[in-house]
């Protein structure tokens, strides 16, 4: 134990402190303690520590650490000349490099894409004209071919002595056939004619046949005639029963269908659905004519 640690020691004794106490109070770990009462600084974590350690030490127990150090400063390793010129070494080469040339090495990144881009920029037009310029030469060398083909069809025609006069009238350029374009059949047009009160009146077109098809959404009565008025059918169309009817009205002019209960009739003409002119809710019971324009 140095005199040191004895003083320092007998100052934690006498204000009946443990090493444990001693501990809580500086936060430097039980072993550190003992090591500075024992003077055995090698165990420190380094020579920095110590008179750190020591100072804590001494102001924990009461007393001034600084006549201390000064006391027994060939005792204590002093770190401070150590330390310096490391410190001063770290500080310079952070210093070493002014603010606008970290500014440059911020930008030069920035600078070498720009540069980059430009530079493939470039490379691409450049092969855009080659390509453009190597597409352009080859119509000319086409037509060059096809110049002396026909010169040479020419030298042959004129070695086998026919007379290119009687050629070109005997040769005649066949028209071309042209493709008949198939014509459009025109769609099927149901359109409404009048309309008043419950009695609409439609009229259907562009088709070569008429078939009326009724179909019930629930229970509805309805009755069908052609324009003479000879009744088609008329029953009561029940859903899941007998919920559909269809007539073939192709050979007759004219269609009249009498619904019970329009909300829940549809009326199909050649498969295409019939808009009611009247809202069903508004007008339960209709009376629809379908003239058939042939």
């Known amino acids: 134990m140095t005199e040191l ?9 006498a204000k009946g402190l443990s090493l444990d106490e001693l501990q809580s109070i500086t936060k430097i770990q039980k072993r550190y303690l003992i090591g500075i009462e024992d003077g055995n600084y090698s165990m420190m974590p380094g020579k920095f520590y110590v008179r750190a350690f020591i100072k804590q030490y001494a102001e924990a127990v009461g007393l001034d650490p600084d006549p201390l150090f000064e006391q027994y400063k060939n005792e204590i390793p002093n770190t401070y000349n ?16 002014s603010p606008d040339t970290s500014r440059i090495f911020d930008v030069l990144p920035k600078i070498l894409i720009v540069v980059f881009i430009i530079g493939a920029t470039a490379l691409i037009w450049y092969l855009i004209v080659q390509n453009a310029g190597d597409e352009s030469k080859e119509p000319a060398t086409t037509d060059k071919g096809k110049t002396s083909l026909e010169e040479t069809d020419k030298i042959a025609d004129d070695g086998n002595g026919t007379d290119d006069g009687d050629q070109a009238g005997e040769v005649e350029e066949e028209p071309a056939d042209e493709e008949t374009a198939p014509e459009e059949t025109p769609a099927q047009e149901l359109t409404m004619v009048s309309n008043s009160g419950s009695n609409t009146t439609y009229e259907v077109k562009n088709t070569d046949k008429f078939v009326v098809k009724i179909v019930s959404l629930g229970q509805t009565w309805v009755g069908v005639s052609n324009g003479t008025g000879k ?7 029940v859903k899941g029963k007998n919920e559909s009817k269809t007539a073939d009205f192709t050979n007759e002019t ?13 009326i199909y003409v050649n498969d295409q ?13 209709q009376k629809i004519t379908i003239n058939f324009v042939k």
């Open 5 to 13: 640690g004895n003083i320092l020691k007998e100052a934690r004794e």
């Open 82 to 97: 150590e330390e310096l010129p490391e410190q001063l070494s770290r500080v310079q080469s952070r210093k070493s490099i």
């Open 231 to 237: 009744a088609v059918f008329q029953e009561t169309l």
């Open 254 to 266: 004219q269609a009249i269908i009498n619904v019970g209960y329009a909300p829940a009739t549809e």
């Open 273 to 285: 659905k019939l808009e009611y002119a009247v809202s069903p809710e508004k007008d339960m019971t």
